[in-house]
């Protein structure tokens, strides 16, 4: 399985990790913001300077074959073979794609992930997903590769925003309300005004902990790696209505107003405690704020849950929780009961 | 792993391996030759009518990362989702780009091989590499995912000609000489001007068996899986050597004249007994002929092996033998050994 390094001091650990693996030529994989607001940070990496470079356009839109081609040409014509390493320096798009590239590559080649967000590092860098979008769906190609090592240090999250911060922060909540309620106390204290990078950095560890924990159980999502999928369902129509309507959201904002929609549809299919769900939906809304949606919303909403691939037969699955830390995968919501959980979210949210 | 069948009624072996396979909907891959000759014989099938076609030109050059999209898109388009299921009908070209595209649906999805040539049965279809051409290499991008099914009938055998017989052949002697004393004599005293399909479907099987006991000890090739390369070093470097003059050779027939040369290496290496080595080698001038090399090609072909992905630094790798059935992997030649070893291929060829 996979490494997870803490860094404190990332040049040393990038070398420490690369000096581990016994290879012959190395890449380095950026896009064009992480090439100028990354790179700067670990360019005096003799071992880093070595590298020959490869750099694509960046947003998870250019998450392409047309750019995985870029990858896999460069790796061909600059004489990689099948015991070169390539190292992705970037946020989910960038580990995604290049994770995708190295394990395609003479059928598979060893990479490292840094992810340069934090989104990136407590989710798309950590458990193997590796993909590209096309025709449109998201994922729709890929495999599960996992990185030798994923190296996390939040030097790169400076440069993120507030926005960005809080977009990785939902996937964080999220692994918390899964695995216990003292991560979930420990995550809704956290001041995300006034950020402790240092004390964000431990969190972010224990967080990635929990899903390389899960992970390792099933890692090709047989099981209990849905436990992974708590408000995604939601999050997936909300990002895609957003879409529809040419305004998207991030990623981890939908996560956020998803998990208000599931833990309320866990309240009442698994009798999650309703003195759990109103703290954690009064953190989220103070926090995220509201995604605009109406009751007249509600049918599209509901039509784009069908076209998700985790659902058949027009049945819609949700992971959801009976209490913090236990999680309950596989489970069905009709119609009805979805609209009373967006009436729920706008009452929450102040719609 | 993957099962193996033997058929005897292909019709009904489809079918039962597919009912045995919980999926949600069936796609058929052929090329533009086996949608024509080798179709019909499976077209009776309920469960085959139903299945949604895709068809991509034939041959080794449009195992490109276009027609991996044309497969991909039709999946897409045609609602493929994870629980669907892929049957490639065709030789190594459809069997090594449906088995990647199957790899990469949707993160892997299962698939059944039906070997439509002798060289696909023993070769390709069996043991998990699958892969395209890219950028002009062979297999330069791939992935290790073996199909579910390889259901195996010499029916389809019928219409490939002599040389499309001979070609598959020259793996199953290779089977044999990393196997055993037994299988080689077996496979030696089989007359290939007569065929019996019966009795060739016995030894396909027998030979696939030998391929398969292999990869399950070694799935990614770090060590024993390397005996399958017996011959292919030499073979390949003629292969290529035979398209840069524009007259490309079939790649069982390089396989056959390789291993005269890696034979003739493992007597001067490894002590491989001399009276077997002129055995084997008699078998494979009276059926193969010769490939047409002289003296001032030997730089050449000396130059290709340092291509070959196998070599790192100049060194060439070869997989030798010290007896039938005692593969000696990671030997090295040094220039005048392989000179002297090419020497003994052309008188063995009557050049």
């Known amino acids: 399985m996979q490494q997870i390094i803490k860094s404190d001091n990332i040049i040393e650990d990038i070398e420490k990790a690369v000096r581990s693996i016994n290879y012959d030529k190395l ?25 020959v470079n490869i750099s694509i356009p960046a947003d998870d839109t250019n998450k392409t074959v047309e750019n995985l081609c870029k990858v896999w040409r460069v790796l061909t014509e600059k004489g990689a073979t099948r015991h070169s390493l390539l190292i992705n320096l970037g946020g989910g798009m960038v580990t995604d794609l290049g994770g995708f590239a190295a394990a395609t590559f003479k059928r598979g080649i060893k990479y490292i992930n840094i992810p340069t967000t934090l989104l990136g590092a407590v989710d798309a860098a950590v458990g193997g997903k590796t993909g590209i979008n096309f025709e449109g769906y998201k994922n729709e190609i890929g495999s599960f590769y996992p990185a030798d090592y994923v190296i996390i240090s939040t030097d790169f999250f400076h440069s993120l925003g507030h926005k960005g911060i809080l977009s990785g922060y939902a996937e964080m909540i999220k692994h918390a309300l899964i695995h216990s309620e003292a991560d979930l106390q420990e995550i809704l204290s956290f001041p995300l005004n006034d950020i402790d990078y240092s004390r964000l950095n431990e969190l972010v560890f224990r967080s990635v902990g929990i899903k390389r924990e899960i992970v390792e159980k099933d890692p090709f999502e ?45 309240h009442r299919l698994c009798g999650f405690p309703k003195d759990k769900l109103q703290e954690t939906v009064r953190f989220i809304q103070q926090n995220y704020g509201a995604f605009d949606i109406t009751c007249d919303n509600y049918e599209q909403l509901y039509e784009i849950t069908g076209h998700d691939k985790k659902n058949q037969g027009g049945i819609i699955n949700f992971t959801l929780l ?8 596989d489970q069905t ?19």
Chains 1, 2 share one sequence.
Request: include cysteine; aromatic fraction near 12%.
């Open 27 to 51: 890449y380095l994989l950026t896009d064009q913001n992480t090439v100028i607001n990354c790179y700067p940070l670990i360019e005096k990496s003799r071992i880093i300077q070595e590298a």
């Open 222 to 266: 047989k099981n209990i790696r849905k436990a992974l999928n708590l408000g995604h369902t939601t999050a997936h129509a909300f990002e895609s209505f957003a879409i529809s309507k040419s305004s998207p959201i991030l990623h981890g904002y939908a996560v956020a107003w998803g998990i208000i929609v599931e833990l309320y549809l866990s």
């Open 322 to 329: 009976s209490d913090t830390g236990t999680v309950q995968i």
């Open 333 to 351: 919501a009709d119609k009805e009961l979805f609209f009373e959980a967006l009436d729920f979210y706008r009452d929450s949210v102040g719609l």
